[in-house]
């Protein structure tokens, strides 16, 4: 079975989004849930991951958190990814 064989086909709208935290994460191990104001400001995309990132002269890990505004990417598993977020 070749690569192509095992890729799903369909089309899909892989990019880089505006976004904005709507659910933020208490820990590591959770997921995140995003708005695309572009989209539909009322339609929440559940389960984003998200990389910690290490607070400044702290090395303490920070989490995105609500009405943080993100950058988010549709990877080509459809899968959405935080890849970026402001201010936290």
Same mark, same amino acid.
């Given at each position: 079975?070749?690569?192509?064989?095992?890729?799903?086909?369909?089309?899909?709208?892989?990019?880089?989004?505006?976004?904005?935290i709507?659910?933020?994460?208490? /820990?590591?191990?959770?997921?995140v849930? #995003?708005?695309?104001?572009?989209? %539909?400001?009322? &339609?929440?995309? *559940?389960?984003? !991951?998200?990389?910690?990132?290490? /607070?400044?002269?702290f090395?303490?890990? #920070?989490?995105?958190?609500?009405? %943080?505004?993100? &950058?988010?990417? *549709?990877?080509? !598993?459809?899968?959405?990814?935080?890849?970026?977020?402001?201010?936290?």
């Amino acid at each position: 079975m070749s690569v192509t064989e095992d890729l799903d086909t369909r089309p899909f709208a892989a990019g880089f989004f505006q976004g904005k935290i709507a659910k933020g994460a208490a /820990s590591i191990e959770q997921y995140v849930e #995003v708005v695309v104001p572009g989209f %539909d400001s009322t &339609l929440k995309f *559940q389960r984003c !991951r998200w990389m910690p990132r290490v /607070s400044e002269g702290f090395g303490d890990p #920070v989490y995105p958190t609500r009405d %943080d505004i993100c &950058l988010v990417a *549709q990877d080509d !598993r459809r899968d959405w990814w935080v890849i970026a977020w402001w201010p936290s």
